[in-house]
């Protein structure tokens, strides 16, 4: 069964060395975290098996690793400067500062109910009352008070603030002389990365369409509210891909992505059944899509959260980022453009005529795939002896240990030596980690390897090296399985390829 809390996953990400919370010993700081030597096995594994999917596996796809400061052009252009904001509101009583659609969220029901009917909205249509708070900034501060709203941290009404935006982009100087224009924007997402770099991969790969460029990493967003630890944080991880295609096929490759995209969640052990496809209603769609699909992830304690987003962009982000804007036919609404040097265009595969080519952007949080991986993991035993276990079932392909090497007796060379040579032997498979493991008694370990894992732990015990009771099981070491607890004798000679069988 998945874990059933935050709170069992946090401790156990605490207590095993998974995450830990930013610049700790210093007080912490909110919205950044830390992996540790597990966090960060288990967030490689992700991103090799989403890469693996999504370029190795497929012939139309390039991959990127663009910059993380850009260019304020680009984030202009992009319609960020403008838009990448969220509404806040801040409590005059303490000075606290929210997003205004959380503070809401976050009230007792009946208070919702009072803020939607003072402000005239339909109390069932969140999205909808969200949207008028925004509409009637005067109106929604009155509203906020006399429906009696509080502050989440004093527990008391606030005195409510009229909603203004916030934009969320983190700004930064650029070089020695900190004047107007020496500034740069630390990307809120990868994706922009991928529009400006459209022509350096279309020239130097001759890709025509369609085709998709394969983005992970790091995007900053100065979120008002930081919260649910990994799940809202401002330094996130992204795994974005840009596909690009002909004007008319973006709504059959919209349904391509979805599908594919389910399909390696499921392959990940966030299975189907606890993702929802939420259809982003109009109004709430961001000012590039013309549709998009929210795969809302069940978590526990939050409830159907955002995951991954795949949205239909159209042809604004190269239409925007674009030159000679007139020339090129675009569909979506863009504004002006007289910056930009590059013409991002592509011959379409039947007229040959240039044309900015529509995109599908699946994107996902590394952040928030390792919360939904490591809560479907979760599991809580009651063993026969009455006792109870907690086991991480990982799949294997994502467990930060494949397997764990321990000699029976950790001071007895015979015994250590053959452990450190089947470690070396094992670690030559490149499967991943393999961890020689002689740090406590064996039920120990077993428990550690159960919590964080892994799939297999190898014993090499005074048998093996011929000093036990059974000749028989000279060379031979017992083998444990995480998942059924079944103990295997099995030949040094043949373990490898034992092993490479049930971790490929
Ligand atoms: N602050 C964040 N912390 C962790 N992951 C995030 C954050 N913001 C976005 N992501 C991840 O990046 C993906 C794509 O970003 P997108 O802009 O679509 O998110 P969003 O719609 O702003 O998310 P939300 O509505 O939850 O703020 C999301 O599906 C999520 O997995």
Redo the contacts with the bound molecule.
Sequence with gaps: MPATSMEELVSLCKRRGFIFQGSEIYGGLQGFYDYGPLGVELKNNIKAAWWRTNVYERDDMEGLDASIIMHRMVLRHSGHEATFSDPMVDNKKNGKRYRLDHLVKDQKADVQAKVAELMGADPENFAALVAALNANSAQASQALKDAGVRDPFSGEVGDWTEPRPFNMMFKTTIGPVADDDSYGYLRP?TAQGIFTNFKNVVDSTSRRLPFGIAQIGKAF?N?ITPRNFI???RE?E?MEIEFFCTPGTDEEWHEHWLEQRLKWWEAQGVPRSKIEILDVPKEDLAHYSKRTYDLMYDYPTLGH?????IANRTDFDLGSHTKAQGELGIQARVDENLDSVAKLTIPHPETNKPVVPFVIEP???V??AMLAVLSEAFTKETLENGSERIVLKLRPHLAPIKVAVIPLARNREEITSVARAIKAELQGLGLGRVLYEDSGNIGKAYRRHDEVGTPFCVTVDFDTVGKGEDPNLTDTVTVRDRDTLGQERVKISELSGWIRERLR
């Design positions: 997402e967003r979120e799940f809202r944080v996130l992204q959260e955002e995951i991954e987003g994107s996902a949080g952040d928030r």
